[in-house]
């Protein structure tokens, strides 16, 4: 499907157009005068089940023809290979463990926290974990952030991040985030050993979340991968897109 190549590929598409009927007449383009089985090879990768029913439904609408293989980026770990690997712990219980912990600290030094507030703390403590472990962020890089000029609240602070240090050692917490972290690097892992046969196509990501970055530099990287970005604004001066990498004025 595609010519062999050092460089990564990178197709993208500009803001306003149909992404998915876009996409399949980009696909029918490159697979012209291939035979009917060649869009079965193809591995399709999406990231909104939205997105995978309206390519699903413009398939149907016909002609007849085999389809590629449509698969969401969250539902990778659930093929037969990746089974192994342990299921996420459900988001109640996550909490309520979340909450007996802040309940004990709070008991154990009453000035931290009003009693009232146990839920609301458990809860901002499942975002944090839920963003490190999606980020590979680990419970050290947390603790030698430099925040010297909020030194007070950063003390207080640090008492309920040894809350997260006591249950991220727990495997039986591993939350959705985790779980799809470890999924992606299995993947990458498999792909490095034995790259796929056909098309990879990672379709509809920004990469703004660094599991699916991960993924996507991976995929880019295969000897039949490619990625499709969304949005993409074709006609943005060079000195805007240098600009970008600038964290605080980026966005």
Do not use: C, K
Not at 202 to 211: C, E, F, P
């Amino acid at each position: 499907m595609f010519d062999l190549s050092p460089d990564p590929r990178v197709f993208a598409l500009p803001p306003g157009a149909d992404f998915p009927a876009e996409l399949i007449a980009g696909l029918e383009a490159r697979l012209a005068g291939q035979p009917p089985e060649a869009l079965a090879r193809v591995h399709l990768i999406v990231n909104t089940r939205r997105m995978a029913r309206r390519i699903r439904d413009l398939y149907d609408a016909g002609p007849p023809r085999l389809l590629p293989r449509i698969s969401l980026l969250t539902d990778l770990g659930d093929s037969w290979a990746l089974g192994a690997l342990p299921s996420a712990a459900p988001p109640l219980r996550r909490r309520l463990q979340l909450a007996q912990l802040v309940a004990r600290l709070i008991e154990a030094q009453p000035d931290l926290a009003a009693r009232a507030s146990t839920y609301d703390l458990a809860d901002s403590l499942a975002e944090l974990i839920d963003e490190m472990q999606g980020e590979g962020v680990s419970h050290e890089a947390l603790l030698d952030l430099d925040v010297s000029d909020l030194s007070g609240h950063w003390a207080r602070a640090q008492q309920f991040f040894t809350i997260i240090e006591d249950f991220l050692a727990d495997p039986d917490t591993l939350d959705a985030q985790a779980r799809q972290r470890r999924v992606v690097e299995r993947l990458i892992a498999d792909w490095e050993r034995v790259p796929p046969e056909g098309p990879v196509i990672l379709a509809g990501s920004t990469g703004s979340r660094g599991t699916t970055l991960m993924l996507m530099q991976a995929v880019a990287r295969l000897p039949q991968g490619a990625l499709v970005l969304p949005g993409f604004d074709f006609d943005l001066p060079g000195e805007v897109w240098d600009g970008l990498d600038r964290a605080l004025t980026g966005e």
